[in-house]
């Protein structure tokens, strides 16, 4: 039973331009979202977080967005870079579940230049 | 500062055997959990440790065990290997404790286990 969903495999997206990736949830106890960048050969990198009781967390070019009625959120990277072309990974957790974290299958981003 | 970090890098067993896998994690890091990740699928749950005291176990059969050593160290056992046990193992270490028990993870660059 998938949790976390990526709905979008891959998305292609021009430098400069904005590249939004997206992930819905069901599971409503969820309250603390990451978002992890992964290239190839390499561990995830950590690139923001966002717990429930905001709906919105900004670093540098990272911006996220939580949709709590939606059981939705958002990754913005504004502009998009060519070495931001990597699968990006949303994981969430509960409360009641300490740091154990549930993640989505990825979204491939490609950045054109 | 050094990452987590994983050993061996790839490895390549057959069906029955036995693996071990070691992580140490990012210094000052208490708690290590340990992840499952098939190609084409995003990191799945199998272990946490805090404090050499396991915390969390995710869905996978006893064939999985671990345990964290007073250094924070962690090992991954598997044993009898199967072949759907074929996957990157991913390490991850977490500044988790009595203030702060919700924090990021941070990964190591895994462990490519294949099973013939």
């Known amino acids: 039973d998938q949790q976390v969903k990526q709905n979008s495999p891959s998305l292609s997206v021009q430098e400069g331009r904005i590249s939004i990736l997206n992930c819905d949830y069901t599971n409503s106890m969820f309250d603390y979202f990451l978002w992890y960048k992964k290239y190839p050969a390499e561990g995830p990198t950590f690139l923001i977080s966002?717990?429930?009781?905001?709906d919105k967390n900004e670093d540098g070019r990272f911006t996220v967005f939580l949709n709590k009625s939606a059981k939705h959120l958002s990754l913005h990277i504004v502009p998009s870079q060519p070495g931001d072309s990597a699968v990006y990974f949303c994981a969430a957790s509960a409360s009641n579940t300490g740091n154990q974290f549930y993640f989505g299958t990825g979204t491939s981003l490609t950045v054109i230049p | 500062d050094a990452g987590v970090t994983q050993s061996p890098t790839h490895l390549i067993k057959t069906r029955g055997q036995h693996v071990t896998l070691r992580c140490s994690p990012i210094?000052?890091?208490?708690?290590v959990s340990w992840y499952q990740q098939v190609l084409g699928q995003g990191p799945q749950f199998i272990f946490q440790y805090y404090e050499k005291e396991e915390r969390g176990r995710g869905n996978f059969p006893d064939r999985f065990s671990a345990r964290q050593f007073p250094n924070y160290s962690s090992e991954l056992n598997v044993n009898a290997l199967l072949l759907g046990d074929s996957a990157l193992y991913l390490c991850?270490?977490?500044?988790?404790?009595?203030?702060?028990?919700?924090?990021?993870?941070?990964f190591g660059n895994g462990t490519r286990l294949t099973v013939t």
């Open positions: 966002i717990s429930s009781i905001k």
């Open positions: 210094s000052g890091h208490k708690s």
């Open positions: 991850a270490s977490s500044i988790v404790g009595t203030r702060f028990w919700r924090s990021p993870l941070h």
